[in-house]
């Protein structure tokens, strides 16, 4: 099993900036692949960026150039660098571990971005 605990979600300007964490704890054995995901309100979830053990990098296209993923392995700790946010990017951020076939999320973090 493993267990994820988030924070730095909150509110922000459009134009701000946040930093979000997730820190994973338990049965952590590499390689796995650490992202995170947004569900908006009546909308699917969806991939905002993840980062594999050899810190290869995939950013979903809304978010790229504005959005910065890091992890920190001997932490087992993932940080979302969230720049020049937009009211579009309101929604719950999801943490997610992934080691075939396993997948574990995060309780969810609310950003809310006014403009």
């Known amino acids: 099993q493993v267990q994820l605990v988030e924070s730095g979600g909150g509110l922000v300007q459009s134009g701000g900036s946040l930093r979000l964490s997730c820190a994973a704890s338990g049965s952590i054995f590499s390689p796995f692949t650490m992202g995170w995901y947004r569900q908006a309100p009546g909308k699917q979830r969806v991939l905002v960026a993840s980062?594999?053990?050899?810190?290869?990098?995939n950013y979903a296209d809304s978010v790229k150039g504005r959005f910065t993923i890091a992890r920190d392995n001997v932490k087992a700790t993932v940080y979302l660098r969230m720049n020049s946010l937009k009211p579009e990017d309101t929604a719950v951020y999801y943490c997610n571990f992934r080691r075939a076939p396993y997948d574990y999320w995060g309780q969810g973090t609310q950003v809310t971005v006014s403009s």
């Open positions: 980062i594999t053990s050899g810190s290869s990098t």
